[in-house]
T-cell receptor
Framework: GNSVTQMEGPVTLSEEAFLTINCTYT??????LFWYVQYPGEGLQLLLK?????DKGSNKGFEATYRKETTSFHLEKGSVQVSDSAVYFC????????????FGTGTRLAVRP | DSGVTQTPKHLITATGQRVTLRCSPR?????VYWYQQSLDQGLQFLIQ???????AKGNILERFSAQQFPDLHSELNLSSLELGDSALYFC????????????FGQGTRLTVV
């Protein structure tokens, strides 16, 4: 079945540091890939997505590139802010009609001023 | 605002009791998903409905059940509650196609005492 593996947290960074959160996946075919973010006390929000190989999703300074050869979708940001402190979830969804989202375990990011 | 509405936001109940969580999906979304988020187990997929029919089942206990009604809202019923059922329960909705994201509600925080 489908699965997603994320780097364990928590990740603690100083403001303006570079962020990478690793995500690899196992799936049949060519799934769509997503990063969701959960701010404290809130539900999950879509951060970015990529639906085919070599696609780059980007939003709010975050980027992730769909790498089929390494089955990866690592999240990066060049300069984090305190307001980026949240839990980040990598997820995939198969292309078959009605496929559910499969999530990684989440990575907590704390950014210090 | 994701367009997905969950009620109630908070629920405190005693062990052995039964509760019902309600979800109204985004307008036009036929697919509804339920997830459980606990501290020790991350985000766990429970069940998916599409246009009133069960589509996929995850790690859902036999004490839990769900349904989707003709107006597309969904209810998650949790019975014989145990302390370990305390968690955040999220509902998400999406269109059926696999390359689109799911939109999450704010969640219902269930505390079993």
């Amino acid at each position: 079945g489908n699965s997603v593996t994320q780097m364990e947290g928590p990740v603690t960074l100083s403001e303006e540091a570079f962020l990478t959160i690793n995500c690899t996946y196992t799936a049949t075919g060519y799934p769509s890939l997503f990063w969701y973010v959960q701010y404290p006390g809130e539900g999950l929000q879509l951060l970015l997505k990529a639906t085919k190989a070599d696609d780059k999703g980007s939003n709010k300074g975050f980027e992730a590139t769909y790498r089929k050869e390494t089955t990866s979708f690592h999240l990066e940001k060049g300069s984090v802010q305190v307001s980026d402190s949240a839990v980040y979830f990598c997820a995939l969804r198969g292309k078959s009609s009605g496929d559910k989202l499969t999530f990684g375990t989440g990575t907590r990011l704390a950014v210090r001023p | 605002d994701s367009g997905v509405t969950q009620t109630p936001k908070h629920l405190i109940t005693a062990t052995g009791q039964r509760v019902t969580l309600r979800c109204s999906p985004r307008s036009g979304d036929l697919s509804v998903y339920w997830y459980q988020q606990s501290l020790d187990q991350g985000l766990q997929f429970l069940i998916q409905y599409y246009n009133g029919e069960e589509r996929a089942k995850g790690n859902i206990l036999e004490r839990f059940s769900a349904q989707q009604f003709p107006d597309l809202h969904s209810e998650l019923n949790l019975s014989s509650l145990e302390l370990g059922d305390s968690a955040l329960y999220f509902c998400a909705s999406s269109v059926l196609q696999g390359d689109t994201e799911a939109f999450f509600g704010q969640g219902t925080r269930l505390t079993v005492v």
